[in-house]
């Protein structure tokens, strides 16, 4: 019974022990396979590492906004009778802009002057009586306050007929009319807007850490989508406080606008230098492999025997500027990399240069379409 269970033992053991065996021998084979297998030539496309000058940039979204601007109202209601303006058209201060119907006020304005007219006979009258001491000064005195009165009803009525008409408080650009001939007209409604454009303001925040860079008088750039072009200015004004609830504070500045094409409102991009230039090492950022425990590129080198190969390199990055990235350490200019490519590449692969589909090296790219 023994001798037949030890050599049952045996045989599973031949068994197990030849599956093991040859599994081991098949793995074997097939690292050698691959370890003896060619690494495949990857395709790239290379850049030179270069030197540029960058001046210190601070990047900020902003809002532009009208030095003077209000939507025009009346003071008190009532009928249009006259609209003295086309829209989109320039006017300057004191511009009549609109009436609303006065016949009433008007004839009230009648009555109060006459009434007027009289007070005054009254007092004149009065005055030369006092003079014969045929009445007292206190009668005199009656009959002037009775003209002062007189002529202070007729000065209100003047105002309020002077509310029934809109004027333009400043110089500037009107927009859209809002209101029609012989429509009624209620306190406070709109009948056009009114922005005083050149110069303009552009608003902008930024964070609090950056209160040290900035001050009045500095100069700015601006973009906006709706042109390809720069536009220059200076901050005007710096907010004394800084918000709670965002660590931020805002800044103005002051752009010259003698062709009006910026609008209040327009979304803006704003640059402002905060140093002098400096000279640094720079790449496009398609060189740069960016991983959480640090960035590295490919260095190209040649082997001994001629084949062009890729070595890994942990680098130091910095402030990117459109479609470059400055190098801060671990490249020197002058040094080859791949631009392109990188998810393929591994440490001593072999590749070959194409200058088919070359990243961009721009440092202020502007899309077709922009």
Not at 3 to 25: E, N, P
Request: aromatic share 6%.
């Amino acid at each position: 019974m023994n001798r037949r269970f030890f050599l049952m033992l045996l045989a599973v053991a031949a068994v197990f022990g030849g599956i093991f065996g040859f599994k081991a021998f098949i793995d074997t084979q097939i690292d050698a396979f691959f370890d003896e297998m060619p690494v495949p030539t990857v395709t790239i496309t290379a850049t030179t590492a270069s030197v540029d000058r960058w001046t210190p940039e601070l990047q900020a979204i902003g809002s532009l906004e009208a030095v003077q601007g209000a939507t025009l109202s009346t003071e008190v209601g009532g009928i249009v009778r006259e609209i003295l303006f086309q829209p989109g058209t320039e006017v300057v201060e004191g511009t009549p802009l609109l009436r609303l119907d006065t016949e009433t006020d008007r004839a009230e304005l009648v009555s109060l002057e006459a009434a007027a007219r009289l007070a005054e006979q009254e007092w004149q009258r009065a005055r030369r009586l006092v003079e014969e001491r045929n009445i007292s000064e206190a009668e005199v005195q009656r009959r002037r306050s009775e003209l002062d009165q007189a002529r202070a009803a007729v000065a209100a009525q003047r105002a309020r007929i002077n509310q029934r008409s809109l004027r333009a408080p400043f110089d500037g650009v009107l927009g859209i009319r809002r209101v029609n001939l012989g429509q009624y007209l209620s306190p406070g409604d709109p009948v056009v807007i009114l922005e005083s454009v050149d110069p303009i303001y552009v608003n902008f925040t930024l964070a609090e850490t950056r209160l040290g860079q900035v001050s009045t008088g500095q100069p700015i750039r601006l973009r906006v989508d709706a042109f390809d072009e720069t536009f220059e200015g200076q901050i005007s004004a710096i907010e004394p406080r800084v918000r709670a609830e965002s660590r931020s504070f805002e800044v103005q500045a002051l752009l010259q606008n003698p062709g009006r094409r910026l609008r209040a409102g327009q979304f803006a991009r704003v640059t402002l230098a905060t140093g002098e230039p400096e000279t640094l090492v720079v790449l496009p950022q398609t060189a740069v492999r960016f991983n959480p425990f640090g960035n590295s590129v490919f260095v190209l080198y040649e082997d001994e025997e001629g084949q062009l190969r890729v070595r890994e390199r942990f680098v130091e990055t910095g402030q990117r500027r459109g479609d470059l990235i400055r190098i801060l350490d671990g490249l020197e200019a002058g040094e080859r990399v791949a631009s392109s490519g990188l998810l393929k590449l591994q440490n001593e692969a072999p590749v070959e240069i194409t200058d088919q589909a070359q990243p961009s090296e721009d440092p202020d790219p502007r899309p077709d379409n922009a």
